[in-house]
């Protein structure tokens, strides 16, 4: 899949387009940011008759009256126009889907009751499978061992048997505590393991089936939930080895798993140059997503301010502003996933200053603990002359004061629980236009913002 655009489909009101170019898709996104509607339009572009085939009417005409309010779901409820999916530049119902293989697999579907069985959570899920009843049939016995292999791999002390004649039922079996189960499994059985077990099936079916004279993709949806550290190593592994040659797609809101497997990717398999990176987020009702090797570095957005000629006009100075923002924004929100785990407390520190009308105390690269050392080495000294000149001196050097727009902007943004900004209408409207005084500031903080970032977070994050 080289791109997918969508226009008013279900989260996302307007145009959204994600440009992959076959590469492999890491894609963050907090709960409600539109993850669930972005792996919904996969499954429309490649599942569309089995999603209609579940309609059902008694007369051709309630049959096209029902499918057209199924389709109409799909649309956006503020835009309220019908919505369109182009996949590869095509219209998805004109999209020739037969030479894709396509596994989807989603947290949602992967509920587990009080029972497993074979047959069951293979017609559950959207796996390209030709006849589900005889692959269960000849296939049974090997995805047992396959996923049993895995088991042990993962350092669980349960295996599973398949019963081919009691309908493909699965029996979980406890080897540790002397536990054999098909039915009640959730009484005898933790989370962990009750979601690792029909991940690691569907995972080997979906590995046994390939077909390698098509184009293969593997979609997974916030498919890890109680897994620990170890495990969501070993899973992440076991995926990419496994899949080599498919194309995978991992949607996520676990900050902590993104990073692993942003670590596994870069640090491990070294193969960042294979896969793309990308964040959803939710301002007021506005879906967004930007891919973060698309994003512009401050630097570009300095040069080209420092390259306007003459006295620029104001439409110059506020495209460059508008730059500014954008920029800004895609800022704050890698920093609120970070301060979702208790990361760069100077930068939020910084933040909430410049919100609150405060100084903010930086130069260069360095901070405001910085200036504290420096005025202890000058109180060291023991030289009392001019000492409190020197010191005021020192200080205002450090002093940025003049953020009048970004304090705006702050107060407009509200991307996570964790930054703690009033919630207002998102855009340019209302907002005080730049001066080139305050851009000349607001690249100093961006600046400041993007080394933050580089400096703390472990990846590739110079492209953020």
Not at 148 to 153: E, G
Not at 159 to 181: G, L, V
Not at 219 to 246: G, M, P
Request: glycine residues 2%; charged residues 30%; hydrophobic residues 40%.
């Amino acid at each position: 899949m080289n791109k997918l655009k969508l226009e008013d489909f279900k989260a996302f009101e307007g145009e959204l387009i994600l440009s992959l170019d076959r590469k492999n898709l890491l894609l963050y996104g907090e709960n409600g940011a539109g993850k669930s509607s972005l792996y919904e339009s996969i499954r429309t572009v490649f599942f569309s008759d089995r999603l209609e085939s579940s309609i059902t009417a008694q007369t051709p005409e309630d049959l096209l009256q029902l499918q057209n309010e199924f389709w109409s779901s799909f649309n956006n409820k503020i835009s309220n126009r019908d919505f369109k999916i182009e996949i590869n530049d095509t219209v998805y119902r004109d999209f020739d889907a037969s030479n894709y293989q396509v596994f989807l697999i989603s947290i949602e579907e992967l509920l587990i009751e009080n029972k497993l069985n074979l047959k069951s959570l293979l017609e559950k899920f959207c796996i390209s499978i030709d006849n589900i009843e005889d692959f269960c049939t000849d296939s049974h016995e090997q995805v047992e061992s396959e996923v049993n292999l895995a088991l042990s791999s993962f350092l669980e002390n349960v295996k599973i048997e398949i019963d081919e004649e009691e309908q493909f039922d699965i029996k979980i079996i406890d080897t540790e505590r002397n536990i054999e189960r098909k039915s009640e499994i959730r009484k005898y059985f933790n989370e962990a393991k009750l979601n690792l077990i029909p991940l690691l099936i569907l995972l080997n079916v979906a590995y046994k089936v390939k077909d390698n004279t098509k184009s293969k993709i593997l979609v997974l949806d916030d498919f890890i939930t109680s897994l620990d550290s170890s495990n969501r190593t070993f899973l992440i592994k076991y995926i990419l080895d496994k899949f080599q040659d498919t194309q995978i797609l991992i949607f996520t809101h676990n900050i902590s798993f993104y990073n692993l497997i942003m670590y596994v990717i870069n640090e491990i398999e070294l193969s960042n140059s294979k896969w793309v990176f990308a964040n959803l987020f939710e301002i007021k009702n506005k879906h967004k997503l930007y891919i973060k090797s698309e994003i512009e570095r401050v630097k570009t957005i300095k040069e080209a301010f420092e390259n306007l000629s003459g006295t620029p006009s104001q439409d110059e100075i506020e495209g460059i502003g508008n730059r500014i923002r954008k920029k800004f924004e895609i800022l704050l929100y890698e920093y609120s996933k970070l301060l979702m785990v208790g990361a760069v407390e100077d930068s939020r520190k910084i933040l909430d200053r410049i919100t609150n009308g405060k100084s903010s105390y930086y130069l260069d690269k360095k901070t405001a603990s910085d200036l504290i050392d420096s005025i202890e080495n000058i109180l060291a000294e023991n030289n009392d002359n001019n000492l409190i000149s020197r010191l005021q001196n020192l200080i205002e050097t450090y002093k940025n004061l003049e953020f009048a727009n970004f304090q705006k902007i702050l107060k407009e943004l509200k991307l996570y629980q964790k930054v703690t900004m009033h919630p207002m209408s998102h855009g340019i409207t209302g907002m005080p236009t730049f001066t080139t005084k305050e851009i000349s500031n607001s690249l100093i903080l961006l600046q400041k913002m993007e080394d933050y970032l580089k400096e703390i977070v472990n990846t590739n994050i110079a492209s953020v």
